[in-house]
């Protein structure tokens, strides 16, 4: 199984970035996908996630209004739309695989991760 990050990079205070995880080696369609992040010296938090038919989100208070989970089963892809982005949203940014139907918030219940794209926000 392998999830490939990407998208991330630098902008200012108030820029948008799309991220995008592309899987491969998975029944895509029939897993929960997540996106979590983790800041230099912070533990890897929850972001958001995204039920396998796509009808079911849930995202972090620090996010809701502003970032969009979405996916495309078609091609294997989950995708995270961020806006209105601060500098406390620096941070590596990771995509994670759960087979689970449940939509879970903790990262021990993911199955698979990818390697992670860096997002940095600049005041």
């Known amino acids: 199984v392998q999830l490939q990050a990407s998208g991330g990079g630098l902008v200012q205070a108030g820029g948008s970035l799309r991220l995008s995880c592309a899987a491969s080696?998975?029944?895509?369609?029939?897993?929960?996908m997540g996106w979590f992040r983790q800041a230099p010296g912070k533990e890897r938090e929850f972001v958001a996630g995204?039920?396998?038919?796509?009808?079911?989100?849930y995202y972090a208070d620090f996010v809701k209004g502003r970032f969009t989970i979405s996916r495309d089963n078609a091609k294997n892809t989950v995708y995270l739309q961020m806006n209105s982005l601060k500098p406390e949203d620096t941070a590596v940014y990771y995509c994670a695989a759960d087979s689970s139907f449940i939509l879970h918030r903790a990262a021990a219940e993911y199955d698979y991760w990818g390697q992670g794209t860096q997002v940095t926000v600049s005041s």
């Open positions: 080696g998975l029944t895509f369609s029939r897993y929960t």
């Open positions: 995204i039920r396998w038919s796509g009808g079911s989100t």
